[in-house]
């Protein structure tokens, strides 16, 4: 007579990932890795909040650019077939403040903008 003992325990999946950063500015892109536990993973689903793109199903997604200022939530879920597992993390996306140059005439311009300035020879400009 023979015996085989089964593992009948389902098997455990647990969806993690890292961001490149957490905090970025408006218009700026991060890359995703993904660095889920657990045998037999087939499938990954990733939800952006106001990200482009606004989803993807590869495991490790490449650049998403946010352009949304704001908490923006990113979800990944993964699957082995039977079992799902998701978690989410939120990315703060700062809004760039806008410069104003007092000049004649006056000009607004937004941080990250090209601009040339030229000056009449009187003074110095300081950037900062």
Request: proline residues 6%; glycine residues 14%; charged residues 5%.
């Amino acid at each position: 007579m023979t015996i085989t003992i089964t593992n009948c325990t389902p098997g455990v999946i647990t969806a993690s990932f890292t961001p490149s950063s957490t905090n970025i500015c408006i218009g700026d892109c991060i890359t995703f890795t993904e660095n889920s536990i657990g045998a037999g993973i087939i499938g990954w689903g990733w939800q952006f909040t106001n990200g482009t793109p606004p989803t993807s199903i590869t495991q490790n997604p490449g650049s998403v650019c946010f352009n949304v200022a704001g908490s923006q939530n990113v979800t990944l879920t993964i699957t082995d077939g039977t079992i799902f597992d998701d978690t989410t993390i939120t990315i703060t996306v700062n809004a760039l403040p806008i410069v104003t140059a007092n000049a004649n005439p006056g000009i607004t311009i937004c941080a990250g903008d090209p601009v040339t300035l030229s000056g009449g020879g009187r003074g110095n400009l300081y950037l900062g």
